[in-house]
């Protein structure tokens, strides 16, 4: 995994990946040894537990300014959906004051630079499917299963 911040906060995290090197390329690193030390200890930590299937909080600010303010919205929505639970694409859309915009809502979670601290894979279709994932599927199933949130 890789974690990107500015003085302002977290900007992006990449999900877990086969290799450092390809966590580091997929977040632009250039300098490739100097970024590899652990820079975010509280977040690592929650990030470990998380995925050994614990209750996190995530409760880090967060630089979201390079996005438009509609997809930061939608982020913000996704933030409030609780640890164990899932909302819909509608859900989002209503939330954000726009209830027919859920595939805009789907393309904005699309383009998340902080999945899991931004809880993204918890949005699901009104019918209890998936939906997409910029993670792929596969985890997106995963990150449900370790919550214990059922889906199609």
């Known amino acids: 995994m890789g ?34 030390a652990t820079c975010f200890p509280e977040l690592e930590k929650k990030l470990r537990e998380y995925l050994a299937g614990k209750r996190v909080t995530f409760s880090e600010t967060l630089d979201l300014m390079a996005a438009t303010q509609f997809r930061r919205m939608v982020w913000f929505a996704a933030q409030g959906i609780p640890y164990g639970e899932s909302r819909s694409y509608a859900w989002v859309a209503g939330r954000v004051g726009n209830p027919k915009a859920c595939r805009a809502v789907g393309q904005a979670l699309g383009k998340n630079p902080l999945p899991i601290v931004i809880p993204c894979h918890r949005v699901l279709t009104s019918s209890g499917g998936l939906g997409g994932f910029s993670g792929g599927l596969g985890t997106k199933r995963r990150l449900l299963r370790l919550e214990n949130i059922a889906c199609l």
């Open 3 to 36: 974690v990107t911040r500015s003085p302002r906060g977290l900007v992006s995290l990449v999900l877990p990946c086969p290799t450092a090197d390809g966590a580091l390329t997929a977040l632009g690193a250039v300098d490739k040894k100097r970024r590899q």
